[in-house]
């Protein structure tokens, strides 16, 4: 069968087993080999205790509608997990490796994140050829972060796994001297450890580094790199309080506003020894790293909203007709909005302009005086056209130059603009609801 076909089956049937002896019903089981056994000895075994499907790669298997036939069984597994893998395009893969702390740091960094989103991580220590694609497969699409340990003591190991994971975030926790025999020196181990930074920095990910690690801060360079250590250039910062029982430490983030070395936080960890420090650092950087962009996309979400509001009810709409283009603001008028809104108008750099604009209303005695106000500063301004519609204008007495037209009713308005038939002026229609001045709109 081959690899489409088969993850179709694994859609019908995502409980993956590599051991005969616990195989959940419905599951999948994997006929894996070992140095002292095969796998395929086991699959009638594995169908006994519940498995709906086996996969093995022997010649003589026995025919049975439940066992998958490929050509060699590990890769089906891993070409099985990176196909899962590229199905969840939503989901970040942070995978984390190193000679010393990977584990712990591995579930520091799913302790954080987990206080916020849902997040599968590599259980014990399946950081293998094996483990990856096993941990892969247990991936939902309600997963927002996958935590990957990757284990090498061979070169290309770690680039290998990074292509079944397509990891888009990484963390080398440190560089030491171990499995010097697979590796074959201490150059060969850092160039094995940052076969991570190499694929990352290929894709355009993003990686976290220590600063205070000079090899891992060299290796680096050219990459995408948040850093977190003791310097002040990291954008988690940390310093040591005490280790002489459980450690303890302090630690800010450079994002925030603080005064010169001041701390943001305290914590006092159930770890035992400071070699835990850059552990604790690279969980607390890649929690707060991940807060910092789901903070930046509410804000982006945000934004979008209030730029797709689009105001209805002739409230500040602009509308750009056959002739003209309009400023409809004919919800509510009173000598504030009224002023706002010419201010604004006379602002705009644009020609020929002209007003329309409609009484305010419920001002009582104050009607007269700021009428003729409004009128005073109508004349003085460059408005190249002025139309006034309502009692209140019309009561004022001698306001028609040129440029300016009075009307007592709207109708009356609507009767001289359908005849006028104005065209290529940017206008402004601002009057209280009762005016009705929107009526004017299909006449422009």
Not at 45 to 59: E, H, S, T
Not at 275 to 285: D, I, M, Q, R, T
Not at 380 to 388: F, G, H, M
């Amino acid at each position: 069968m081959n690899i489409v076909k088969l993850y179709f089956v694994f859609l019908q049937h995502p409980i993956i087993t590599i051991d005969s002896r616990d195989c959940p019903a419905g599951s999948i089981f994997f006929a894996l080999k070992g140095e002292k056994f095969d796998g395929n000895d086991f699959i009638k075994q594995a169908l006994r205790n519940g498995a709906a499907f086996a996969v093995g790669d022997r010649a003589d298997l026995p025919k049975d509608k439940r066992i998958i036939r490929v050509d060699n069984v590990l890769k089906s597994l891993q070409d099985l997990a990176y196909i899962h893998r590229k199905q969840q395009k939503n989901i970040d893969v942070i995978a984390i490796t190193g000679t010393n702390g990977k584990t712990t740091t591995k579930e520091l960094v799913a302790a954080a994140l987990s206080t916020r989103y849902p997040v599968l991580f590599t259980e014990g220590n399946l950081n293998n050829h094996i483990g990856v694609p096993l941990t892969l497969l247990r991936l939902k699409p309600e997963h927002r972060f996958a935590i990957i340990e990757m284990g090498a003591n061979h070169p290309g190991e770690i680039r290998d796994l990074c292509r079944i994971a397509e990891p888009n975030y990484g963390l080398i926790t440190n560089v030491g001297k171990a499995h010097l025999e697979g590796f074959g020196s201490f150059e060969g181990v850092v160039r094995a450890k940052t076969e991570l930074y190499d694929y990352i920095r290929e894709k355009g990910g993003t990686i976290f580094v220590n600063t205070d690690n000079p090899i891992l801060k060299d290796r680096s360079e050219n990459t995408e790199r948040i850093f977190y250590g003791t310097s002040r250039e990291a954008f988690v910062q940390g310093r040591i309080i005490d280790s002489e029982d459980y450690l303890e430490l302090e630690w800010r983030n450079s994002c925030y506003p603080v005064f010169d070395e001041e701390f943001q936080f305290r914590v006092k960890t159930q770890l035992v020894g400071n070699y835990n420090f850059e552990n604790v650092l690279a969980a607390v950087c890649i929690a707060e790293f991940f807060n910092n962009i789901e903070a930046l996309r509410a804000t982006a979400r945000q934004n979008n909203a209030i730029a797709d509001y689009a105001p209805a009810n002739n409230r500040s709409q602009s509308l750009k007709t056959e002739r003209n283009t309009l400023i409809i603001d004919a919800y509510n008028a009173n000598p504030s909005s009224m002023q706002v809104a010419l201010d604004n108008f006379l602002s705009l750099k644009i020609s020929p302009k002209m007003v329309i604009i409609g009484e305010m209303k419920e001002l009582g005695e104050y009607a007269p005086e700021e009428h003729r106000k409004l009128v005073e500063r109508l004349k003085e301004s460059a408005i190249d056209k002025v139309i006034l519609c309502g009692e209140n204008f019309s009561n004022i007495g001698s306001i028609t130059p040129n440029r300016m037209v009075v009307f007592r009713h709207t109708q009356e308005l609507l009767n001289y603009l359908q005849s006028e038939k104005f065209s290529g002026f940017y206008i402004l229609i601002k009057g209280s609801r009762a005016n009705q001045l929107e009526k004017a709109i299909e006449f422009l």
